[in-house]
């Protein structure tokens, strides 16, 4: 069965630092990954997600993902943090063996930004 | 484009009392359908998925129950609230096979008193 690990539920930066969410992943298959964003009250939207091929992904807002199967990860970074990106993130993966079309989400980071 | 819409946004019912929370998906056909509940730490937790009209699977025992009545609609409803389903409720929506983007409504806030 598929699981996710973020590590860290609260992260701070301040703006302009790199950002950096960590994920870790558990899957007997090729997995499918994803990280998706959420503003205060308010749904989640995705920011990115990996199937195949390239495994540097690029997605919205300037954040991009690196799937490393060696190291079972898929961190999320963005060079230069702004006030807008403090949210929730949550990296999920495929339940391929389980609920049709589900995801498996992370517990997820809060990022806080400091000025 | 497609758009999912989800309602009321907040709400606030007495223990005991019944709920539901409505959702419609448009652009899109025999879309796949979930129910997922929020608490705080707790990510998101799948409560219900929905492949087609009157087809409902469960993932957790609970005194919620989900319906399909429209192959668009998606109706999250229980006959008696208890303090512990207070959370945010987030309906969704994908296509085709496992793998693929599920897509978010805004959130239903619910409050049991």
């Known amino acids: 069965a598929q699981s996710v690990t973020q590590l860290g539920s609260h992260v701070s930066v301040s703006e302009g630092a790199l950002v950096l969410l960590r994920c870790n992943y558990s899957s007997s298959v090729p997995p499918y990954l994803f990280w998706y964003v959420q503003y205060p009250n308010q749904g989640l939207q995705l920011l990115l997600k990996y199937t195949t091929g390239a495994t540097l992904v690029k997605g919205i807002n300037g954040f991009e993902a690196e799937f490393k199967k060696s190291e079972t990860s898929f961190h999320l970074t963005k060079p230069s943090a702004h006030m807008s990106d403090a949210a929730e993130y949550f990296c999920a993966v495929s339940d391929l063996g389980g609920s049709q079309g589900n995801l498996i989400f992370g517990k997820g980071t809060k990022l806080s930004v400091k000025p | 484009s497609q758009t999912i819409h989800q309602w009321p946004a907040t709400l606030v019912q007495p223990v005991g009392s019944p709920l539901s929370l409505e959702c419609t998906v448009e652009g899109t056909s025999n879309p796949n359908l979930y129910w997922y509940r929020q608490a705080a730490g707790r990510g998101l937790q799948l409560l219900f998925y929905s492949v087609g009209i009157g087809q409902i699977s469960s993932e957790v025992p609970q005194n919620l129950s989900a319906s399909r009545p429209q192959d668009r609609q998606f109706i999250l409803s229980s006959k008696k609230l208890l303090l512990s389903d207070s959370g945010f409720y987030l309906c969704?929506?994908?296509?085709?096979?496992?793998?693929?983007?599920?897509?978010f409504g805004e959130g239903s806030w619910l409050t049991v008193v």
């Open positions: 969704a929506w994908s296509v085709g096979p496992s793998g693929n983007t599920i897509y």
